[in-house]
């Protein structure tokens, strides 16, 4: 059993998502999504559309491209900006940014707005259900390997240079028990300050079959995706990496 | 001279539909907000566009490996004979004496 407090003191967490995505009801409009705000407006009182676009390339006897752009949904930000939540076309999306709370906060923050969201959005049916988490984990220099700090890192075989100026690394990793995957994205960032190296450690565990249907069963799930988002996050750091959180 | 079989367009399906090679989404705002979500879209962008501009060269590749022209080989050369019946009249036995 691991002697550190969790949570950490210094949780190196930059955001915290919840993620739902779903068929919304046919007679809902992307314009019946600003219903979302209503009642809400002194807690998240900034107001921003969300676009999407898609850039389509058929490869034939002559090659066509086209882009297209549409208004999807809308964003909305808390006061001190903290807070943000999506209300789309595709889904409800909660985000937390830095300094990360808890979860007993957060969840339920977000488990309400999406209840508004549902009432608005009718939604015929949930598609995904994710929970992600953004680390930036600032490792001081100097240091003699990554593997000092995190257990899942490239592997560069022993006869190539062992120095590293830049990586990104996605695995995607089923998990059996939850029906789900985890897709853990690994990248050397800008460093924070001129004396660490920073790298992004982006854990992002969902479920997008046999999903339940109701409210109850929903938020289990989205309880259990944060269970193996942690444990992927402790299976990813070291004990040098833990005391960088405390 | 090209064999029937290497005419065919590499990116259509034997009912000559155009296949849809490259489908890129991008969104104005990601799902996640925060500086260090959207440094991760950069990488990965930065990742996609590397193997993007590679796997251009293999498609390039595949395409003119598609195109080759078809080289003939000789059938395998056989002897043979002519030859001609003709009906001289009908068959009768011959006649050998007993004592031969």
């Known amino acids: 059993m691991s002697s550190f407090k969790t949570p950490y003191p210094n949780a190196p967490i930059t955001e915290a998502v919840i993620d739902l995505r779903v068929e919304v009801s046919p007679e809902v409009s992307v314009v019946d999504l600003a219903k979302v705000q209503k009642g809400e407006e002194s807690s998240y009182p900034t107001v921003e559309i969300v676009n999407e676009g898609e850039f389509k390339l058929v490869l034939g006897p002559q090659a066509v491209a086209n882009t297209s752009t549409q208004h999807v949904g809308f964003l909305f930000r808390s006061g001190d900006g903290k807070h943000i939540h999506q209300a789309r076309m595709n889904g409800f999306t909660m985000s937390r940014l830095a300094p990360y709370p808890r979860w007993e906060d957060f969840c339920p923050e977000a488990r309400r707005l999406w209840g508004i969201y549902r009432s608005v959005a009718k939604p015929s049916k949930i598609t995904r259900v994710a929970v992600r988490y953004v680390n930036r984990i600032d490792i001081p220099v100097p240091f003699n390997d990554f593997e000092q700090y995190l257990r899942t890192v490239p592997v560069v075989s022993p006869d190539l240079p062992q120095g590293l100026s830049g990586y990104f690394m996605r695995l995607v990793m089923p998990l059996e028990d939850l029906f789900g995957s985890a897709i853990v994205t690994e990248t050397l960032v800008e460093p924070a300050s001129p004396n660490v190296v920073s790298i992004v450690l982006d854990i992002d565990v969902f479920r997008t079959y046999e999903l339940p249907s109701t409210e109850n069963e929903i938020w289990a799930l989205i309880e259990q995706l944060r269970d193996a988002k942690n444990k992927v996050f402790e299976g990813c750091i070291t004990d040098e990496a833990r005391k960088l959180f405390q | ?100």
């Open chain 2, 1 to 100: 001279m090209k064999a029937n079989y290497a005419i065919h367009h590499p990116w259509q399906t034997p009912g000559g539909v155009p296949v849809v090679l490259a489908l890129v989404c991008f969104s104005d705002i990601s799902y996640a907000q925060s500086r260090e979500a959207s440094m991760v879209l950069a990488a990965e962008k930065e990742a996609r566009q590397h193997w993007s501009e590679r796997t251009e060269a293999l498609i390039g590749d595949i395409q003119s490996a598609e195109d080759f022209s078809y080289s003939h080989l000789s059938p395998r050369q056989v002897s043979s004979i002519t030859c001609q019946y003709k009906y001289v009249g009908r068959m009768r036995p011959r006649s050998f004496p007993l004592d031969e």
